[in-house]
């Protein structure tokens, strides 16, 4: 995903799954407390309001829309850990593993590393 795109520019924006079928609308965006670069994003699904934990790596953000690399069923079946929050390790872990995704090719991780941080949010 593009680095120098405001976290707070995807806000809002429509969100699409591999085939091109909408899957809703970015809801928040989750920064790496390491190194600040966006690594999350919770997309409002539409179904029963509930918000959907996508990986803005490898995703893409084309023509003002981000382009989740992965089906809707897998996506819509993501860990629901409810938005707002601080990601914990083991929160973002889950994520990682849900979608098949080498969690130590992030930069910063280690044992030691804190994940998630919402955009915005000042500690």
């Given at each position: 995903?593009?680095?120098?795109?405001?976290?707070?520019?995807?806000?809002?924006?429509?969100?699409?799954?591999?085939?091109?079928?909408?899957?809703?609308?970015?809801?928040?965006?989750?920064?790496?407390?390491?190194?600040?670069?966006?690594?999350?994003?919770?997309?409002?699904?539409?179904?029963?309001?509930?918000?959907?934990?996508?990986?803005?790596?490898?995703?893409?953000?084309?023509?003002?829309?981000?382009?989740?690399?992965?089906?809707?069923?897998?996506?819509?079946?993501?860990?629901?850990?409810?938005?707002g929050r601080h990601l914990s390790?083991e929160q973002e872990l889950q994520?990682?593993?849900?979608?098949?995704?080498?969690?130590?090719?992030?930069?910063?991780?280690?044992?030691?590393?804190?994940?998630g941080k919402l955009a915005g949010?000042?500690?």
């Open positions: 995903m593009q680095t120098d795109i405001d976290p707070r520019s995807l806000i809002g924006r429509k969100a699409f799954d591999r085939q091109g079928a909408k899957i809703g609308t970015v809801d928040e965006v989750y920064l790496d407390d390491a190194t600040g670069v966006p690594e999350w994003a919770a997309v409002r699904t539409g179904l029963f309001t509930r918000d959907a934990f996508v990986p803005l790596e490898p995703s893409e953000f084309v023509d003002g829309a981000l382009l989740i690399p992965f089906d809707r069923s897998l996506i819509k079946d993501a860990p629901d850990f409810g938005v390790p994520l990682y593993r849900h979608y098949g995704l080498d969690s130590s090719s992030s930069a910063g991780t280690g044992p030691d590393r804190d994940f949010q000042e500690e």
